[in-house]
């Protein structure tokens, strides 16, 4: 897919190319479709886990999977009816990674800087400082098309 690529830490794109080219082997990866529907992330979380059994971060995993997960579905074209969100979960012996593949939108990922102010009782506009609070780091790339969000855990 062409379009931009955002790193969120430092040394993120020269791990995440060695991960693409193999240098860390997956011992395990998975993948699956959904329908984009928020009662979706429910049944994404319950069938994460027993992949991410016994990791030393699995909750915080299960939560930016979920988080992920919820943007797709709130910000994207795979919350319209008949819109899919695609999952993958990778772990190998030092770390995970968990992606989420959606069908695009007008805009793109955007994390909110400290300076902005957050309505403390607004729904949204978190996501993804919990993304990037909890995973090691984070990146997306793609388009109006689709695009895929993926964090990465190290031990």
């Known amino acids: 897919m062409a379009g931009p690529v955002e790193d969120r830490r430092a040394g993120g794109a020269a791990v995440a190319d060695r991960l693409a080219c193999g240098d860390f082997l997956p011992v395990m990866c998975w993948r699956w479709g959904f329908p984009g529907r928020p009662d979706q992330v429910a049944q ?24 992920l997960l919820s943007n797709a579905i709130r910000h994207t074209r795979s919350a319209r009816p008949g819109g899919l969100v695609v999952t993958e979960v990778r772990r190998w012996r030092r ?31 978190r996501g993804l400082l919990t993304v990037d609070a909890y995973a090691t780091w984070w990146r997306w790339h793609g388009d109006a098309r689709s695009r895929t969000v993926t964090a990465f855990f190290l031990r």
């Open 44 to 67: 994404v979380r319950e069938i994460s886990r027993p992949l991410l059994a016994g990791h030393p971060l699995e909750g915080d995993i299960l939560l930016v999977l979920s988080e």
């Open 95 to 125: 770390g995970v990674a968990v992606a989420v593949i959606d069908q695009g939108g007008p805009n793109e990922p955007v994390l909110r800087t400290a300076g902005e102010t957050l309505d403390a009782f607004a729904e949204g506009g």
